[in-house]
């Protein structure tokens, strides 16, 4: 069983970027498909961005997708880079991997996940 850990968050000028990481428990993290979510108080946990197993397939929600990178390495860890950080960004975020190698905004699809990672944006 893959466990996974999301680093990275913190507090964000408006404006500004960060880069998330997701590292993974295992060796063979390059055979899973890989989700960011983000859960905003009282909201709705929301797909962020997806990347499949070979990294050849990358998916992103309307509202980030021109701002957002997801990538990853040959090793165990996955990246979620975003600029122009904006006060609806705040959320704890969440990655998620699926043995599936495709990617899917369905956060069903995926068994695996981590504790979450604190993002606020201030003005």
């Known amino acids: 069983q893959v466990r996974l850990v999301e680093s990275g968050g913190g507090l964000v000028q408006s404006g500004g970027s960060l880069r998330l990481f997701c590292a993974a428990s295992?060796?063979?993290?390059?055979?899973?498909?890989v989700g960011w979510f983000r859960q905003a108080p009282g909201k709705e946990r929301d797909f962020v961005a997806s990347?499949?197993?070979?990294?050849?397939?990358r998916n992103y929600a309307e509202s980030v997708k021109d701002r957002s990178t997801i990538s990853r390495d040959n090793a165990n860890t996955v990246y979620l880079q975003m600029s122009s950080l904006k006060l609806e960004d705040t959320a704890v975020y969440y990655c998620?991997?699926?043995?599936?190698?495709?990617?899917?905004?369905?956060?069903?699809?995926?068994?695996?996940w981590g504790q979450g990672t604190q993002v606020t944006i201030s003005s």
């Open positions: 295992e060796r063979t993290f390059g055979r899973y498909g």
């Open positions: 990347i499949s197993s070979s990294g050849g397939t």
């Open positions: 998620a991997a699926t043995l599936s190698p495709y990617t899917t905004d369905r956060a069903s699809a995926y068994a695996y």
